[in-house]
């Protein structure tokens, strides 16, 4: 496909964002724009382009063949623009910095968010450390992390909201809910924010429940789910590949929400605040995926 050389960089992201999130709509609220002009802007890049890219109507939106073949151009494109303006910018971000994030999130959606990051700022270094929310608190509040993505914990305000959702039931695709046995929890050991609200929840209502099985990585409970040993309570948006929800019924009961947000050392540091902005970036786009 010959496309001109002169395609605004603002018409390319547009396009895709689109395809990421899935809809005009979602693409507009990631960018931060009106869905009009998101759809002006495609319109634009089909009329350089000289032909259909996207086929929409009012129940699904596709690729054409045009449309796939652009897509690697264009993200290759606004990735070289971004390394452009890092190199003519008189302070392109350099440095350490000491990452630290929840399990759940480092298993599921940190490698895309590294990905991202590491093209557009390479020469800042990470230090990444996962594990239970409580542990990575304790850690960045004795000066030992410099940013820190996290459950929120009860009657801590600081950071920035990524996203809120219920905690949900998954398992095993195939495991069978028993409504007369105790219900056999798949657990991270305390302190845990799902663990703690988890069992709230089943003494709240009466349900008789028994550990089945406790890990401090997500890998293992992942494991012993998918050996249908339980069920555990976790991010459906963070859910691990194999799993599927449970549906919560008169013998599951819904389970309460969960806020991810992301807390930084303040003012100062353009590094961390690059991370942030990446990290906040996917979660919204994830967000407005998750919610169309």
Same mark, same amino acid.
């Given at each position: 496909?010959?496309?001109?050389?002169?395609?605004?960089?603002?018409?390319?992201?547009?396009?895709?964002?689109?395809?990421?999130?899935?809809?005009?709509?979602?693409?507009?609220?990631?960018?931060?724009?009106?869905?009009?002009?998101?759809?002006?802007?495609?319109?634009?890049?089909?009329?350089?382009?000289?032909?259909?890219?996207?086929?929409?109507?009012?129940?699904?939106?596709?690729?054409?063949?045009?449309?796939?073949?652009?897509?690697?151009?264009?993200?290759?494109?606004?990735?070289?623009?971004?390394?452009?303006?890092?190199?003519?910018?008189?302070?392109?971000?350099?440095?350490?910095?000491? #990452?630290? /994030?929840?399990?759940?999130?480092? @298993?599921?959606?940190? !490698?895309?968010?590294?990905? +991202?990051? =590491? *093209?557009?700022?390479?020469?800042?270094?990470?230090?990444?450390?996962?594990?239970?929310?409580?542990?990575?608190?304790?850690?960045?509040?004795?000066?030992?992390?410099?940013?820190?993505?996290?459950?929120?914990?009860?009657?801590?305000?600081?950071?920035?909201?990524?996203?809120?959702?219920?905690?949900?039931?998954?398992?095993?695709?195939?495991?069978? #809910?028993? /409504?007369?046995?105790?219900?056999? @929890?798949?657990?991270? !050991?305390?302190?845990?924010? +799902?663990? =703690? *609200?988890?069992?709230?929840?089943?003494?709240?209502?009466?349900?008789?429940?028994?550990?089945?099985?406790?890990?401090?990585?997500?890998?293992?409970?992942?494991?012993?789910?998918?050996?249908?040993?339980?069920?555990?309570?976790?991010?459906?948006?963070?859910?691990?590949?194999?799993?599927?929800?449970?549906?919560?019924?008169?013998?599951?009961?819904? #389970?309460?929400?969960?806020?991810?947000?992301?807390?930084?050392?303040? !003012?100062?540091?353009?590094?961390?605040?690059?991370?942030?902005?990446?990290?906040?970036?996917?979660?919204?786009?994830?967000?407005?995926?998750?919610?169309?």
């Amino acid at each position: 496909m010959s496309v001109p050389n002169l395609i605004p960089v603002d018409l390319l992201q547009a396009f895709v964002a689109v395809v990421d999130a899935g809809s005009f709509t979602r693409a507009a609220r990631a960018l931060g724009l009106r869905q009009s002009t998101v759809s002006q802007q495609i319109g634009r890049l089909e009329t350089l382009a000289g032909r259909r890219l996207l086929d929409r109507d009012t129940h699904r939106m596709a690729l054409t063949p045009s449309g796939e073949r652009l897509l690697d151009q264009a993200r290759a494109i606004i990735d070289s623009h971004v390394r452009l303006g890092q190199t003519l910018s008189e302070a392109p971000l350099r440095g350490r910095l000491r #990452l630290g /994030a929840s399990e759940d999130f480092v @298993l599921s959606a940190l !490698p895309d968010v590294l990905a +991202t990051f =590491a *093209r557009r700022h390479p020469e800042v270094d990470l230090e990444l450390s996962g594990g239970l929310s409580h542990d990575l608190y304790d850690a960045f509040d004795a000066g030992r992390l410099d940013v820190i993505f996290v459950k929120r914990r009860a009657g801590d305000r600081r950071g920035t909201r990524a996203w809120q959702e219920p905690i949900r039931w998954i398992a095993h695709p195939e495991f069978h #809910l028993d /409504a007369h046995a105790p219900l056999p @929890l798949l657990l991270y !050991p305390p302190p845990s924010v +799902t663990r =703690a *609200r988890a069992l709230e929840t089943l003494e709240g209502c009466g349900r008789d429940w028994r550990i089945a099985f406790t890990s401090a990585s997500l890998a293992g409970l992942s494991a012993a789910a998918r050996a249908g040993i339980g069920i555990m309570p976790h991010s459906e948006r963070l859910m691990p590949r194999g799993l599927a929800v449970v549906p919560a019924g008169a013998t599951l009961p819904a #389970l309460p929400d969960v806020e991810f947000v992301v807390i930084g050392p303040g !003012p100062g540091n353009p590094a961390a605040d690059g991370l942030i902005a990446t990290m906040l970036q996917w979660a919204g786009i994830a967000a407005a995926v998750q919610c169309g």
